[in-house]
């Protein structure tokens, strides 16, 4: 039964044995929203998602506690059956508050939330548009839905519109699906071309705001706000296990007729709702990111810091600077090394590998909260240069050590 | 040069293995003559993402699209041949 993950194993026992399994990694204690310990030593965590640094939120961990002793642990059922307490409904109607929307509906994970938004929105018929570099949440929700699915070339609205073009002629609803800021690179949509290709042709678009909330916009509302095309987006799937520092995930809309959404995505129904516990964080947190827009600014900051220190330290960079650097590895065995002697040095990244990664290519992938220290990102980048250097791979004078 | 648009429906074998090769050459796969039995993975030395990159490229070039569920049916340059030929097999 397991013989076909043959090669699979053996890849992952050679990952392992350069070090540490990277994948396997278990912390002793996490301290704080960027720190944790890991065989008895403090590491830096720069590679956490934690955007807003939300996680130890003092009110929301209170908010979390009251919850869980007036209403247990569980709710022990899904939505559809004994697992909607008011504080599920209350969460639904002030997210849809906080993102503008008419209605929105709450999943318990970010993942089951593209995975019934897809499978639900597009049947037999109909075309799902994907861009190539999508989150395996939107591609697993694409093979759930039973729609013909096109990938187009990653942020290129001209090849969105070719294939659009090729599908003009064919009955069914075409959905376009992109994401607010692609999590591996951390490069964002050019969003407005794409909602002018919707537009042309007469499409409807899905925005995965999973990385951009909290992170985008005047108000943090994501790529939507920050473009100014809010209206123009038929559906915003988010996530609660980024800037707001729990777990879930939510699909939010304006149409008419959205709650036959509830009776039809089947990751909604057939799943436990969330934890009495994690609604309430998750509805303290978007009071916090709300009252905290300061957050936002040292976020970017943080970023701005990450991303000059590491190209003064020469290295190559590809996106703008945003909460997430990557760092392209020549190959998966120098990637895994890096991995490994930063580590060593005591800060915490994710090793990415292909699939997973945009043309496969191996990532030393992190992500800045905005709880970092000027310190501890001036720390972080002297690691990672000193790392760099011995592995030959920061090629110009290190300005910033 | 790939075709132009609407002409990837009315591809026959020959063209089709014609532009398959020179896409080929244009991603720097091609290292030997390219039959209908070359396995796409293990004989042109892709892998799964590479695969479906390429199939991107012969997408531009020839100026259609070919659906993801149609990927799985895709083993040798023969069955991408297949699906370029077939007039239900791009959506042009």
Same mark, same amino acid.
């Given at each position: 039964m397991l013989d076909k993950f043959r090669a699979l194993r053996a890849e992952h026992a050679a990952v392992s044995a350069a070090g540490r399994d990277p994948f396997g990694v278990t912390f002793d204690a996490v301290l704080s929203a960027t720190e944790a310990v890991l065989d008895g030593r403090r590491v830096l965590l720069l590679g956490t998602n934690n955007y807003l640094g939300l996680t130890f939120d003092p009110a929301s961990i209170e908010a979390s506690v009251a919850a869980t002793r007036a209403q247990g642990t569980g709710t022990t059922g899904s939505r559809i059956a004994n697992g909607t307490y008011d504080g599920h409904a209350a969460l639904e109607r002030r997210l849809a508050r906080f993102l503008g929307r008419r209605s929105a509906m709450v999943f318990t994970t970010g993942y089951q939330a593209n995975l019934g938004a897809l499978s639900a929105l597009a049947g037999r018929g109909d075309h799902l548009l994907l861009?190539?570099?999508?989150?395996a949440s939107i591609y697993d929700g694409a093979r759930l839905a039973g729609a013909q699915v096109t990938r187009f070339r990653h942020n290129d609205p001209d090849d969105l519109r070719r294939r659009l073009r090729h599908l003009a002629s064919q009955p069914g609803e075409k959905l376009i699906v992109v994401e607010?800021?692609? /999590?591996?690179?951390?490069d964002t949509a050019p969003l407005r071309e794409m909602v002018a290709a919707k537009r042309e042709a007469g499409a409807w678009l899905l925005l995965d705001e999973a990385h951009s909330l909290g992170v985008l916009g005047e108000n943090g509302r994501g790529l939507a706000e920050a473009e100014g095309v809010e209206p123009e987006i038929d559906f915003v799937v988010g996530t609660f296990?980024?800037?707001?520092?729990?777990i879930g995930g939510f699909l939010a809309s304006d149409l008419d007729g959205f709650d036959a959404l509830r009776l039809s995505a089947r990751a909604y129904m057939f799943t436990a709702s969330l934890p009495p516990s994690t609604v309430a964080s998750v509805t303290q947190a978007i009071d916090a990111m709300e009252a905290n827009p300061h957050l936002r600014d040292r976020l970017r900051r943080n970023g701005q810091q990450l991303h000059a220190g590491l190209a003064a330290a020469g290295f190559a960079l590809g996106?703008?600077? /945003?909460?997430i650097v990557s760092l392209p590895m020549p190959d998966r065995e120098t990637a895994v090394m890096f991995w490994n002697h930063l580590l060593a040095e005591g800060v915490y990244a994710n090793l990415a590998l292909g699939p997973a990664t945009p043309g496969g290519r191996p990532l030393l992938r992190m992500s800045v909260s905005a709880v970092l220290t000027p310190a501890q990102i001036e720390a972080a980048v002297t690691a990672i240069a000193r790392v760099g250097r011995s592995l030959g791979l920061a090629g110009v004078p290190l300005a910033a050590e | 040069m790939g075709l132009r648009t609407g002409d990837a429906s009315m591809l026959d074998e020959r063209a089709a293995l014609r532009e398959i090769t020179a896409a080929l050459q244009e991603s720097g796969k091609l290292t030997a003559p390219v039959t209908m039995d070359t396995r796409i993975l293990q004989d042109l030395n892709f892998d799964s993402v590479g695969a479906i990159d390429f199939i991107m490229l012969l997408e531009t070039r020839l100026d259609t699209i070919i659906p993801m569920?149609?990927?799985?049916?895709?083993?040798?340059v023969g069955d991408l041949v297949r699906v370029l030929t077939r007039p239900d097999a791009a959506a042009a």
């Open positions: 861009d190539a570099d999508s989150h607010g800021i692609y /999590s591996m690179l951390g296990s980024k800037s707001l520092g729990a996106a703008m600077p /945003s909460p | 569920d149609r990927m799985a049916e895709i083993e040798t």
